[in-house]
């Protein structure tokens, strides 16, 4: 039996990959259209990744919604067009197209949260601390977790005012390298944790090259840091948690994953 009555969902980030079919996690032969029922075969959770390069379609996402066994949930990444690619006259008619668009997984109870992810340059402005209250503001009723990559936004300002809202502080596993935002276990939603698992790959991080930058494979004592040092005491303030792991490269992420349920279930976590 777990040890809180923290629920701990664990997949990766992203699911259709045609490394992941070289690498033996799919079996030889298999279509990008029957990956999505293989995946939820052995994980009850996925973070989508292509709701960031093209706006969700209601019609698409249900019919993804009915692929996968009762119980199984997604999490979706916000529009690049509310976090890299910000049109200030129509981010509000973006927000809006974003909303219908995963409306389904709200309306079956599948969706599991909102991943808003905002690059390296989203510093800690006045600007962009009013753009991020206004989007928060338009993405109310959703379960939404941030993510910062610059370190600026490590500050407790920012903290207390997560908790206030209810949004979830998206926990980052990435390398040390300067500027970048630091490995935390701060909880900032009694609803939801959040941990994105992105490789420790220092030197291809910033190459600009996504098979380097997330070309990485956890070894069990770097997870374990996690599961033994961070993630008992998050799932102690929290109702739920998710966990994904983005080094996709050669199927290291759904390796890496699948670890780390066992780890979690050793330790009645899970």
């Not at 990435?174 to 935002?181: I, Q, S």
Request: aromatic share 12%.
């Amino acid at each position: 039996m777990p040890k809180y009555a923290c629920s701990i969902r664990v997949g990766t980030s992203g699911y259709s990959y045609a490394e992941w079919l070289d690498a033996g996690f799919y079996p030889p032969g298999t279509k990008p259209g029957q990956m999505l029922q293989l995946y939820a075969q052995r994980f009850s959770v996925i973070e989508l990744n292509y709701t960031w390069y093209q706006m969700p379609r209601a019609p698409a996402i249900e019919r993804m919604g009915r692929l996968v066994p009762p119980g199984f949930h997604f999490a979706a990444k916000l529009t690049r067009y509310l976090t890299h690619e910000i049109d200030a006259d129509q981010w509000r008619v973006h927000a809006a197209q974003y909303r219908d668009g995963i409306a389904p997984l709200i309306q079956s109870g599948q969706l599991a949260a909102v991943l808003v992810q905002f690059p390296p340059t989203f510093q800690r402005t006045p600007k962009n601390r009013q753009y991020l209250a206004a989007l928060l503001d338009e993405l109310h009723g959703l379960r939404t977790a941030v993510e910062f990559r610059h370190a600026s936004w490590a500050t407790d300002r920012v903290y207390v005012e997560l908790e206030r809202r209810g949004t979830a502080l998206v926990s980052v596993d990435a390398p040390d390298l300067k500027g970048l935002f630091p490995r935390l276990n701060i909880v900032t939603s009694p609803d939801l944790f959040y941990i994105r698992f992105h490789g420790r790959n220092a030197r291809g991080w910033r190459s600009g090259n996504m098979q380097k930058q997330f070309n990485y494979d956890y070894t069990e004592k770097e997870l374990r840091e996690w599961t033994e040092e961070k993630i008992e005491q998050m799932a102690g303030q929290s109702r739920n948690g998710l966990l994904f792991f983005n080094n996709h490269v050669r199927a290291q992420a759904p390796g890496n994953a699948l670890a780390m349920i066992r780890l979690l279930a050793e330790q009645g976590l899970i």
